[in-house]
């Protein structure tokens, strides 16, 4: 019996796929990567006995496994580096575990999403504390304990993993043999947080659990327009320090007149659909409507808009904190309709953003930086691109930059566009939407060399000034970040779990 013949024999043959298309497929991610190597099979475990099981068969028989959840990445974190690695997709690790409202957690397969999560503890008038990446329709629970999805990790109170010679642990209270419950997270070293921004390398989570909260009863929507990304930076940061937001969303004028039309579209249907289900007939959902409807073309005259969602344990507390972040935001700006924020509300998840809005291929690079230095980090993103100008107008390589806060730091984001081919990744998806427009688009390989070289020059220049990125893989730029020390103790713990390197060879630089 050859190994994959085993392998099949555990997770059952329809679920060891050999077919080649469905190996270029999931051996790519949203970006391209030329140098990707062929995924021998990909696996669909359906628990975490079958994942332990391909863990030992794999190693006994000298192969590499790749962990994937969503696919929805692009730092070629589960793109094979070797021949001979499998491709484990976790999509059918998808059960609703527990959902515990006496002790605030919910314990989930880390294959489900985020939006299959929301919709277990929507209808309890719950939420997790967590809020999930925008790509949260496709992208898994497991994916984002990967890539450390930034924003209240702090809520991931344990995770089941099964390590790289078959062994399955549990950390947190789960793992604490008396306690039986996943209610807390600290008990000694923290052995969650060690799994956590591995981008797969320490080992596989296969249960994930999060902190609940009943869903705050006030929300409060407010939008500005700011002249200058400078000015609408620094008042993100200032609404920031003021520690009231629960989110806080910044765009550019091209975002302002491409995407916000998906997001207000998307928004409309999601509130329509409910307003027409008879699930919720209240005054104040059909107001919500009638703003995300007038929306459409408000931002487009807009240079920089800000998205605030302001939170409160009623109505009065989140008009409270309402009035002194939007004290903070006319001290540089002025106000407009809210219809972004009370869209993304409605549809919190959405993955049409993953191509642009005439098809246009899209990748972002990001960036984390303390608030003390938004007005150093605005200085160098902006004479990034105006260095540049003259070389991406000529390829016709648009950029954008979202700008978010989820915590008392600022995220920036740049995102490059460009016309070219449409992924096998895409199409699945595109086609799930029902959406067959772009598919024609043609190879653009100019365009696309300079979007890898330019976008591997924007990573470096924030390396330079010492942003903090998630998402790593095999992308950015973890091994020089760190001191030699540090990044020495990771390596030697790397070593202790996954002595041949057997798990997503490549990343965190471990090869
Ligand atoms: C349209 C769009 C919007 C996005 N928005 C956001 C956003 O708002 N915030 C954000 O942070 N990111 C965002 N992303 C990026 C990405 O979707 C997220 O980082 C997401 O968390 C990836 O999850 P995934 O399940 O798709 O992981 P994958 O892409 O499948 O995998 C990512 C990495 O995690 C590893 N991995 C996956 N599952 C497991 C597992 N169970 N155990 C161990 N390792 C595993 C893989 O090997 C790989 O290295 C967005 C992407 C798109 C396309």
């Not at 527990?98 to 209808?123: H, S």
């Not at 898994?140 to 078959?166: H, K």
Request: hydrophobic share 40%; net charge neutral; with cysteine.
């Amino acid at each position: 019996m050859t190994t994959i013949e085993r392998i099949a024999a555990v997770v059952g043959r329809e679920h060891c796929i050999t077919d080649k298309a469905e190996r270029e497929l999931m051996s790519q991610d949203i970006f391209f990567w030329p140098d990707a190597v062929l995924a021998e099979a990909v696996v669909r475990p359906a628990d975490t006995a079958q994942v332990a099981a391909v863990m030992k068969a794999a190693r006994e028989a000298g192969l590499y496994v790749a962990p994937r959840g969503g696919g929805m990445s692009y730092t070629k974190g589960y793109v094979p580096e070797r021949a001979g690695t499998i491709m484990l997709d976790l999509g059918r690790l998808n059960q609703i575990e527990e959902v515990n409202e006496q002790d605030l957690y919910i314990r989930v397969g880390a294959g489900c999403t985020w939006a299959q999560v929301r919709e277990a503890l929507q209808p309890r008038g719950l939420r997790t504390v967590i809020s999930g990446p925008i790509s949260g329709v496709v992208s898994t629970v497991g994916g984002g304990m990967a890539q450390n999805v930034p924003g209240s990790m702090d809520n991931v109170l344990g995770l089941e993993v099964v390590l790289a010679d078959g062994r399955v642990i549990h950390t947190g209270s789960s793992g604490v043999t008396r306690t039986k419950s996943d209610f807390y997270r600290y008990y000694g070293p923290d052995l969650t947080g060690l799994f956590m921004g591995d981008t797969g390398a320490y080992g596989i989570k296969t249960k994930v659990t999060l902190r609940i909260q009943p869903i705050p009863a006030g929300a409060v929507f407010a939008s500005f327009s700011f002249d200058t990304l400078k000015d609408m930076a620094l008042a993100m940061a200032g609404v920031a320090r003021l520690g009231v937001t629960n989110k806080s969303f910044g765009m550019d004028p091209l975002k302002n007149r491409t995407s916000t039309k998906v997001s207000l579209m998307e928004g409309a249907k999601t509130l329509g659909d409910v307003i027409r289900s008879g699930r919720s007939l209240t005054e104040g959902l059909r107001d919500s409507l009638r703003v995300v409807r007038a929306g459409r073309g408000v931002l487009d005259d807009v240079e920089w808009s800000l998205h605030l969602t302001i939170e409160g344990i009623d109505e009065v507390a989140a008009q409270y904190a309402a009035e002194l972040a939007r004290r903070v935001c006319l001290e540089r700006g002025r106000e407009i309709e809210p219809s972004v924020p009370i869209a993304m509300r409605a549809r919190p998840f959405s993955i049409r953003g993953f191509l642009g809005l005439e098809g246009e291929r899209w990748v972002p690079v990001h960036a984390m930086f303390p608030l003390s230095r938004v007005e150093t980090a605005v200085d160098a993103v902006q004479a990034f691109f105006a260095a540049r100008k003259d070389e991406l107008d000529w390829h016709e390589i648009r950029y954008a930059f979202l700008s978010t806060i989820n915590g008392p730091y600022w995220l920036i984001e740049p995102m490059f566009y460009w016309f070219d081919e449409i992924s096998p990744l895409h199409r699945r998806h595109l086609d799930a939407q029902k959406i067959a427009k772009f598919v024609k688009a043609k190879p653009n390989p100019d365009a696309r060399a300079v979007v890898q070289r330019i976008r591997a020059e924007l990573r470096d220049a924030f390396f330079d000034i010492g942003a903090i990125t998630s998402q790593i893989g095999k992308y950015y730029r973890l091994p020089e970040a760190m001191e030699p020390g540090a990044y020495q103790l990771l390596t030697e713990i790397k070593d202790l779990l996954d002595p041949d390197r057997r798990l997503n060879p490549g990343n965190l630089g471990w090869r």
